[in-house]
Structure formats: C-alpha cells, structure tokens
C-alpha cells in the first residue's frame, strides 16, 4: 500500500503514531533548516516537516520537490505547536522519516486552490487539474450524496430504478435532437433522447406503476448558465394518480433533499400559482418570491394623456422600489441601460420618486401632473421615500423586461440571499402556445399533457384558453423540475395529434409504437422530472451547473480539453454513408 492514512483523517488523538501518507504536493515554504511541505489529496492537508538538523538528505529531497509531485510520505504523528484553526487536520502535523516521488509534475497553468488565478477558459481546457481543488470536490461530492439520498428516498416511497435507452428515435417537435447515424443501417439515424419520456409511458402501460431514473438527457439548444447539452435528471413517472398525487409525492422528496443537504424543515405546504398568476405579477413561469415587488398595471390610468409611449402601447405595468427615492440620476440611468441591453430589448424606462418629504419627482412631468402621479402611486402602494419603475408595449414582451428589471432590483438591493430557499408550484399553464410564424399552435409541454378535464369541451371551439394539467416545481426563481398527468386515452390523443398539426401517418410514423401500446390497457398515469443538476447547483449556492458537472461545455458547446466535437476521417464518413455539405465560413 503506498498509504495507510488519508490527508484529512489525522487528529490530535493519533499522535505518536508511523504513518505512511501519499497524495499531491500543494505548496512548499522554506523557514531556516526547516521545509513544511502541505500534502493534499482528495480528503484534506495535512503538514509535514524536515528538519535539516536530523536529516540533512531528507530535507535536501524536500527540498527538490515540486507543485503537484505526487509524493508517498513516511513519519510520525506530533502536535504542532503552531495550530492551524482553518484545517480539520491543524493540530497535527507529520515528522518525515522518508519520501519517495511516485511522479514528477510539470508546474501546472494555475494555482491548484480555492481562489485560482485560473479563468474559466484556462480551467476548462486543464479541467483534470481544476477538479483537483477543493471547491470543485466538494460539489461533487454533494451531487454523489444527493444521488444515493434520492435512490433511497425512491426505493423507500416504491419506485423502481430502470434504465431506458440512449439510441432512440427522431422526434423533432421539441427541441433539437442530437442524432447518430447508423453504419449498420444506412441513411438512418438514431437520436439522443431529449428526456425517456416515451419510454417511462410505456412502463406505465407495462405495469410498473412506479418507476424512476436519474437520467442522461440530450438537447442541441443554445447555452446558458441552467443549460448544457447533455444533462441529468431526475425522472420519474407514476400508475393511477391524479395531479394531487404526484405533486405530494415529489414536494415529499424535495422537502427531504433540503433537509437532508441543508438541516431545513419545509413545514408548511410550498406554495402555489397559477401561470396567469406568475405571468401577470411577475412575467415569468419562474418568479423568485424571495422578495415581493409584484407587478401592477397602470394601463388605464395613463392612456390619452398625450404621452404616445404609454397612449400606443397594450400594457403599461411597474413596480415599486423600497427605499430607492434617493437614487441618483446616474443609478437611474444605469437602470435606464440595463433594460435598453439586447438582453432585455426595452426601448426605456419610466420613473417616479415619492421623495422622503412626500414630494412628486418625476421623469414624465410634463405629461402627468401631480395628482395624475399620486394616483399612480396609490395603485402601486408607494409610500414616502419609493422609487416606481415603470415600462409600456406589447404586453407578454414588456412583463419579460420588467421581469428582468424586477431581478436586477433584487441583485443591487440585497434580496436574493442564496442561503434563502423559496419554492413554489406553478400549475395551470396553457396546454398550447400559438406561433404566429408558422401560424399554428404548438405543445407547451409536450403532446401527451392531458388537458384540464374541465376544458375538454374547448379543444376545438377555443383551443388557446384550454389549460393543461401540469405543474413545475421552481425555487428561487430556476424551474427545478416539472411534469403533468400524461393522455392515455386514445381518442384524446388523436384529437391532440389533429390540433397540433399532426396528419394521421405523421402521428404514426413519429409516435405509432406508444398509441399501439395504448390499446392495450394504459393506465391513468403522470409523472415529473427535477433538473438534478439544477437541483445540486442550488444547494450549493452556484450560479451555473457547469460548476456541478465532472466534464462541463462551454457556451459554445465545446469541450475544450478533448477538444469535441472534432472532424471525421473521410474513411468514417464513407463507412457511415455521409457526405458533408458545409457552408462557406
């Protein structure tokens, strides 16, 4: 064995013990006759020392050693006299009797520490070297623990862990799939599944009335900071339940995960809103409720007043700033760029002081006089010392940027601790979405969400307002999971297929291996999926999943360390039957 002890396990009480330590060389200090060398592997430091005066060759082979050798160490456990409060392993340190280089390391392109002068870029390209410091461990350590706690939460509540395929077929009504030609079929393709949910329907129909997987899943989509290419969730699916049942099965689970990760107890229900409700108050399916500042419409107190932004424009909406009436100009006009970025896309931004002394300062006072503004105000529940904030347009598009100005506001006042956790169910979505391109509605979810059973009757006399049985989970203003009570009947499904575009043949070529299954006894059945990923993010106060992820891409969706994706050698584009048309750069 080349050790019998691990770098973070020695405590006071071992002292005076031969051990035998082996791991990577953090840092090297020199202090007289004496060489402190920190050896660190994946369990903690611990320090050892040479002493010139008791062997001068020993500390001579300390001495020659390097950043990131990796070393095998032999001593003796003493306490130190200079304790080390920020290590577990700090009242103890090890006296070398001997040290053997297992192997040498170039010296690495960053510091191999908590506070790196690695940037992201560097660090991708060396990630082998980048999950070597502490921070990077220690999130995967708590996804490994989330992982195992999850399965055994599942197997106690009766679920069975199956795994389905990952060569699948083409299904291109989402989003994009990632697709693997064949060599043994060629000119046929498999796909990357976007999520098992055709195959946990089928065990539903196989009689497997509680299943689960945490899940490899696929999207060719742009990137951002909750999205990667290939990602991991928690998928789950469940035999004669309704709505009701599902959401207090998996609310039970992510009440156990905070608990478990974080020591929080969850115990009232989590909260629920309609998507009309989220939309309205905050203009995402999202809303982060760690803090208030709710929407409110200002349409009719402000159209004809000659001002033609607000008189042209279908929804005028604000929210109220607490305590912001001091801003200066320059932080208003910093606003006034935040939402005018191609991010956001407004045009400009509308502001209303109530200053301390209940005064009226405005940036529309020609238009509005004061008393025009204090009925604003009144709507809005403004009070002495607030700062309104207010946009006019297109109505969807204006809730989206006040949305973005709203979590802006929340960032700069201090009002989205990370170390604060707030869930929510939005349920009620629409079960379609109209898309004015192609004229034609599509699946918000996707087409085997069971309508609300009470708007059956409008599937095709007022197919938009029919709402759909469906939930997603959100904490902190990132959807952690959703899910819905799937159709198992097969005339409902058809009429589905129908309004969604689908010829018959279509519907069969895409999807006729689940309707077939179907008549055979499918049972009512639904289901969720969490983002696992997100899941683990959020419990470890992190802005993107990329942090949480062994081998992330990058925004380009790129792996820059083994350089991927990569051309093709023409021989395996001939043995796989391809011919590539690439367009000019």
């Avoid at 912001?324 to 931004?349: E, H, N, S």
Wanted: charged share 30%; net charge negative; hydrophobic share 40%.
């Amino acid at each position: 064995m080349y050790r019998d002890k691990t770098c973070g396990e020695l405590r006071l009480a071992d002292a005076g013990q031969e051990v035998r330590l082996a791991g990577w060389v953090q840092r090297i200090r020199k202090m007289g006759g004496m060489t402190f060398i920190d050896l660190r592997d994946r369990y903690g430091i611990t320090q050892i020392v040479f002493n010139q005066e008791i062997n001068a060759d020993l500390c001579e082979a300390a001495n020659g050693l390097g950043r990131e050798y990796v070393v095998e160490i032999t001593g003796k456990v003493e306490e130190r006299t200079s304790k080390n409060k920020n290590i577990p392993t700090g009242e103890i340190e090890i006296i070398a009797s001997a040290v053997k280089v297992l192997n040498k390391s170039d010296i690495p392109p960053f510091t191999i520490e908590d506070n790196t002068d690695g940037g992201d870029d560097l660090r991708m390209k060396y990630r082998y070297l980048d999950l070597r410091r502490p921070c990077v461990r220690k999130n995967l350590e708590l996804r490994h623990r989330m992982a195992f706690e999850i399965r055994r939460y599942l197997d106690s509540k009766g679920f069975l862990e199956i795994e389905t395929p990952i060569l699948v077929k083409s299904t291109p009504e989402g989003a994009r799939d990632f697709v693997v030609p064949s060599r043994m079929n060629p000119g046929e393709f498999y796909a990357l599944p976007q999520s098992p949910q055709l195959f946990k329907q089928l065990l539903m129909v196989s009689g497997y009335d509680r299943y689960f997987q945490i899940a490899k899943c696929f999207r060719d989509e742009d990137l951002r900071a909750d999205r990667q290419p290939e990602f991991t969730q928690v998928d789950c699916e469940m035999s004669f339940v309704e709505q009701e049942d599902v959401i207090q099965m998996f609310e039970g689970l992510v009440k156990h995960i905070f608990k478990y990760v974080k020591d929080i107890d969850f115990a009232d229900p989590f909260p629920r809103m309609t998507w009309h409700d989220a939309m309205r108050l905050y203009g995402s399916d999202k809303p982060d409720i760690r803090f208030g500042m709710p929407f409110v419409e200002l349409t009719d107190l402000v159209k004809g007043k000659g001002f033609a932004v607000m008189d042209d424009a279908e929804l005028t909406v604000g929210i109220v700033a607490n305590g912001c009436a001091a801003y200066t100009r320059k932080q208003i006009d910093q606003l006034t760029d935040f939402v005018k970025r191609p991010q956001v896309g407004a045009k400009g931004l509308v502001w209303v002081k109530v200053e301390a002394d209940g005064s009226i300062k405005s940036s529309v006072g020609k238009f509005f006089d004061e008393e025009q503004l204090r009925g604003w105000a009144s709507r809005m529940g403004a009070e002495a010392g607030d700062l309104m904030l207010i946009m006019s347009g297109e109505a969807m598009k204006t809730r989206k940027q006040l949305c973005e100005l709203r979590l802006e506001m929340g960032n700069r006042l201090g009002l989205r601790d990370k170390d604060v956790f707030a869930p929510l169910w939005v349920v009620d979505f629409p079960l379609f979405e109209w898309d004015e391109e192609t004229q034609r509605y599509y699946a918000m979810h996707h087409p085997f969400t069971s309508p609300n059973p009470e708007d059956i009757p409008l599937l095709h006399s007022d197919t938009g307002k029919v709402r759909a049985t469906a939930y997603d989970i959100v904490v902190n203003g990132t959807e952690l999971g959703g899910g819905s009570i799937r159709i198992h009947d097969s005339e409902l499904q058809d009429t589905m297929f129908e309004l969604l575009g689908f010829t018959p043949e279509r519907a069969r070529e895409q999807f006729g291996f689940l309707m077939d299954a179907f008549k055979y006894g499918a049972p009512p059945h639904g289901g969720l999926a969490l983002g696992f990923d997100r899941f683990v993010s959020i419990l470890a106060g992190l802005d993107t999943i990329r942090d949480v992820i062994a081998f992330p891409k990058n925004n380009s969706g790129r792996d820059v360390m083994n350089e991927s994706p990569s051309q093709l050698e023409p021989g395996q584009l001939e043995e796989l039957s391809l011919r590539l048309d690439l367009p000019e750069k």
